[in-house]
T-cell receptor, first 113, second 117 residues
Framework: DTAVSQTPKYLVTQMGNDKSIKCEQN?????MYWYKQDSKKFLKIMFSYNNKELIINETVPNRFSPKSPDKAHLNLHINSLELGDSAVYFC????????????FGPGTRLTVL | AQKITQTQPGMFVQEKEAVTLDCTYDTSDQSYGLFWYKQPSSGEMIFLIY??????QNATEGRYSLNFQKARKSANLVISASQLGDSAMYFC??????????????FGKGTKLSVIP
């Protein structure tokens, strides 16, 4: 009965490859997010989707492309991976505008070699 | 300018003692939310407590309480009766936004809490 799940938990890949991270939430929330946590543990928003519509698109290289097939899913595809993409990527969800907490998935640790 | 400031990179507390983790924020919005999350060494982000800007009472959740001082723009987390399992990174975060989907969280840099037996 995991609330926000994401796969894979670990991803090790070579520079230049393309990879995807999948996220699903079973909380019935209408907004989902991708956050990136860098090596210094700093967390920053990348994207948000509300009812499958892209709302927030921070200054992220266009090699990163989110896709939301439905309200419960938000995937992140990364093209031409670079060393600097190594980080932990968190999917999250919340119900808006009613408020309440944002719940996070377990994170995907991406290592680019 | 930083929107969320956590001035304590690391803190130590004796087991069973109380500890306060500091957080100050900066916003011009009237409506906002303040959150604390715990990140243990296993890496997951665990929601602890939430305070809305219009809430008059300080939020409490078990051993966690949020000392909300609106005029000072501070939202300190108080953990009572510390346990060894409380050793983790703690993040303060603020939610602003007026449009559905724009309620992103802005995080502080975190405080690493170590509980000493």
């Amino acid at each position: 009965d995991t609330a926000v799940s994401q796969t894979p938990k670990y991803l090790v890949t070579q520079m230049g490859n393309d990879k995807s991270i999948k996220c699903e939430q079973n909380l019935g929330h209408d907004t989902m997010y991708w956050y990136k946590q860098d090596s210094k543990k700093f967390l920053k928003i990348m994207f948000s989707y509300n009812n499958k519509e892209l709302i927030i698109n921070e200054t992220v290289p266009n090699r990163f492309s989110p896709k939301s097939p439905d309200k419960a899913h938000l995937n992140l595809h990364i093209n031409s991976l670079e060393l600097g993409d190594s980080a932990v990527y968190f999917c999250a969800s919340s119900q808006e505008p009613a408020g309440g907490p944002t719940f996070f998935g377990p994170g995907t640790r991406l290592t680019v070699l | 300018a930083q929107k969320i400031t956590q001035t304590q990179p690391g803190m130590f507390v004796q087991e069973k003692e109380a500890v306060t983790l500091d957080c100050t924020y900066d916003t011009s919005d009237q409506s906002y939310g303040l959150f604390w999350y715990k990140q243990p060494s296993s890496g997951e982000m665990i929601f602890l407590i939430y305070q809305g800007s219009y809430d008059e009472q300080n939020a409490t959740e078990g051993r966690y309480s949020l000392n909300f001082q609106k005029a000072r723009k501070s939202a300190n987390l108080v953990i009572s009766a510390s346990q060894l399992g409380d050793s983790a990174m703690y993040f303060c975060a603020m939610r602003e936004g007026r449009r559905a989907g724009s309620y992103q969280l802005t995080f502080g840099k975190g405080t690493k809490l170590s509980v000493i037996p």
